[in-house]
């Protein structure tokens, strides 16, 4: 069974850019989550979806959003980028029910300059 | 608000000594928990899950961890660490009500040989 990847692994971005992060869940999970990991902050949670739809949010600012598409792979956008925002950003999947544990991918470390 | 807490952000243990890395939330609902472990530049892994019954749970690689609803904690425990079992480890947090998941900042445990 192929686990979470997600892409790029790793990216440079100057600030005021850009970015977009994918990630592609475990076959037959519906749910897709994301979270920031920056240096001695742990993890943060960013977005959770589920079918398609938005389930919750954390509290980020609304220049992070992000899709989740028909085959449940999902994107992370990050507009108007700032310093701060370096950081390793994970993307966990699972099967949509209340108690699954999540599967997580191996990150994409975001590095702005 | 949910929170989770993890009082140790170091622990420095030797080859074949015990563990315990101690993981405390608040919530005023009932929860489900786990324990992740994370291994340089990788995403996390799930080490065990608490949902319901027993509350002593066995994991992967020989950890184990007891719930205690009246402290409201999940400490995490192994009898003999080796020098693998150096990571970054993660509690989590579930509200029942199906909410996001709410990872604590990490214990870093690092095995002396």
């Known amino acids: 069974e192929a686990g979470v990847t997600q892409s790029p692994t790793h990216l440079i971005k100057t600030r005021g850019q850009q970015v977009t992060l994918r990630c592609s869940p475990i076959?037959?999970?519906?749910?897709v989550y994301w979270y920031q990991q920056a240096l001695g902050l742990g993890l943060q949670f960013l977005l959770w979806?589920?079918?398609?739809?938005?389930?919750n949010r954390g509290n980020f600012p609304p220049r992070f959003s992000g899709r989740q598409f028909p085959n449940y792979s999902s994107e992370l956008n990050v507009n108007a980028l700032e310093l701060e925002d370096s950081a390793l950003y994970l993307c966990?999947?699972?099967?949509?029910?209340?108690?699954?544990?999540?599967?997580f991918g191996n990150g994409t470390r975001l590095t702005v300059t | 608000a949910q929170s989770v807490t993890q009082l140790d952000s170091q622990v420095p243990v030797f080859e074949e000594a015990p563990v315990e890395l101690r993981c405390n939330y608040s919530?005023?609902?009932?929860?489900?928990l786990f324990w992740y472990v994370q291994y340089p530049n990788q995403g996390l892994q799930l080490l065990l899950k608490?949902?319901?019954?027993?509350?002593l749970v066995k994991g992967i690689n020989g950890f184990e961890a007891e719930f205690n609803k009246s402290q409201t904690s999940f400490h995490l425990r192994k009898p003999s660490v080796h020098i693998s079992d150096t990571a970054e480890y993660f509690c989590?947090?579930?509200?029942?009500?199906?909410?996001?998941?709410?990872f604590g900042p990490g214990t870093s445990l690092s095995v002396i040989p």
């Open positions: 966990a999947s699972s099967v949509g029910q209340v108690n699954s544990p999540l599967h």
């Open positions: 076959s037959g999970h519906t749910s």
């Open positions: 979806y589920d079918e398609g739809e938005e389930r």
């Open positions: 919530s005023s609902v009932s929860v489900y």
């Open positions: 608490y949902l319901s019954g027993s509350t």
């Open positions: 989590a947090v579930l509200k029942t009500s199906y909410d996001k998941v709410i």
